[in-house]
């Protein structure tokens, strides 16, 4: 149970960090900016910062919550 749950919020990170590179929102273009980085370290940095509820919670906004990971999840 533990590893499948590592597994699965490991596989919704990965599905929020393609998301925010492909369309980075204002936060992530403001990030980056503000640091002078490149896309994937401000993207890596926005998604690194968010609570679970959060990550969650985007995720699903943008269509990057897969329906096995959300029921491994309990979402």
Same mark, same amino acid.
């Given at each position: 149970?533990? !590893?499948?749950?590592?597994?699965?919020? #490991?596989?919704?990170?990965?599905?929020?960090?393609?998301?925010?590179?492909? #369309?980075?929102?204002?936060?992530?273009?403001?990030? #980056?900016?503000?640091?002078?980085?490149?896309? #994937?370290?401000?993207?890596?940095?926005?998604?690194? &910062?968010?609570?679970? !509820?959060?990550?969650?919670?985007? !995720?699903?906004?943008?269509?990057?919550?897969? /329906? /096995?990971?959300?029921?491994?999840? &309990?979402?």
């Amino acid at each position: 149970l533990v !590893a499948e749950r590592t597994k699965a919020g #490991q596989l919704l990170v990965h599905s929020l960090c393609e998301s925010y590179q492909r #369309q980075p929102d204002e936060k992530i273009l403001s990030l #980056q900016e503000k640091h002078d980085c490149d896309l #994937q370290t401000a993207v890596k940095d926005y998604v690194a &910062g968010m609570t679970d !509820a959060y990550a969650f919670l985007q !995720a699903e906004e943008r269509g990057a919550l897969s /329906d /096995d990971v959300a029921e491994v999840l &309990g979402l």
